[in-house]
T-cell receptor, first 115, second 111 residues
Framework: DVKVTQSSRYLVKRTGEKVFLECVQD?????MFWYRQDPGLGLRLIYF???????EKGDIPEGYSVSREKKERFSLILESASTNQTSMYLC??????????????FGPGTRLTVT | AQTVTQSQPEMSVQEAETVTLSCTYD???????LFWYKQPPSRQMILVIR??????QNATENRFSVNFQKAAKSFSLKISDSQLGDTAMYFC????????FGTGTSLTVIP
């Protein structure tokens, strides 16, 4: 079974802190994604990556950056956390570079609270 | 712009009954994929069913089936013989150049 893990289930940070969310997948998937999930808004794509060191902006990239130095790991970085970034963050991965016809496998999510 | 709309924020169904969740989408693309994902309370999101737009036949996975109407851009999910474990948030998703999710339908199965 594909396994996608995220470094923390719950995280509490202060405004202005730099925050790192880590995601690791073990099935050699090319594509990796970061979403945020908010009630009434569904999932919104922040960034995705289709290869090592490659990244593309999603719908809401402002205030976020990403890093993919190794194929299995995709990190989401909040350069200066703000309260409006309090949310559930979901990582996902899927097969085949640049194509999105395959299902995405999701991690358990990180609930981030910024105070 | 490509959008996915789920017009039913919450639904409930009696155990063993059938329920249908609605989803509409908007796209100018001719070839794409549609998905239903399930997110149980405090658990990971998993794929329920997948439909390829070029296939006319509706996808089926055990108790889950879809009604795909390409011309109407509609992709509803039917759950037959509802079980307590079907209680979850259900998301409709569309794949074109990117991946778009709807806002979700919270389904509660009542014993």
């Amino acid at each position: 079974d594909v396994k996608v893990t995220q470094s923390s289930r719950y995280l509490v940070k202060r405004t202005g802190e730099k925050v790192f969310l880590e995601c690791v997948q073990d099935m050699d998937h090319e594509n990796m994604f970061w979403y945020r999930q908010d009630p009434g808004l569904g999932l919104r794509l922040i960034y995705f990556s289709y290869d090592v060191k490659m990244k593309e902006k999603g719908d809401i990239p402002e205030g976020y950056s990403v890093s993919r130095e190794k194929k299995e790991r995709f990190s989401l970085i909040l350069e200066s956390a703000s309260t409006n970034q309090t949310s559930m963050y979901l990582c996902a991965s899927s097969l085949e570079e640049g194509h999105f016809s395959y299902e995405q496998y999701f991690g358990p999510g990180t609930r981030l609270t910024v105070t | 712009a490509q959008t996915v709309t789920q017009s039913q924020p919450e639904m409930s169904v009696q155990e063993a009954e059938t329920v249908t969740l609605s989803c509409t989408y908007d796209t100018s693309e001719s070839n794409y994929y549609l998905f239903w994902y399930k997110q149980p309370p405090s658990r990971q999101m998993i794929l329920v069913i997948r439909q390829e737009a070029y296939k006319q036949q509706n996808a089926t996975e055990n108790r889950f089936s879809v009604n795909f109407q390409k011309a109407a851009k509609s992709f509803s999910l039917k759950i037959s013989d509802s079980q307590l474990g079907d209680t979850a948030m259900y998301f409709c998703a569309f794949t074109g150049n990117q991946f778009y999710f709807g806002t979700g339908t919270s389904l509660t199965v009542i014993p």
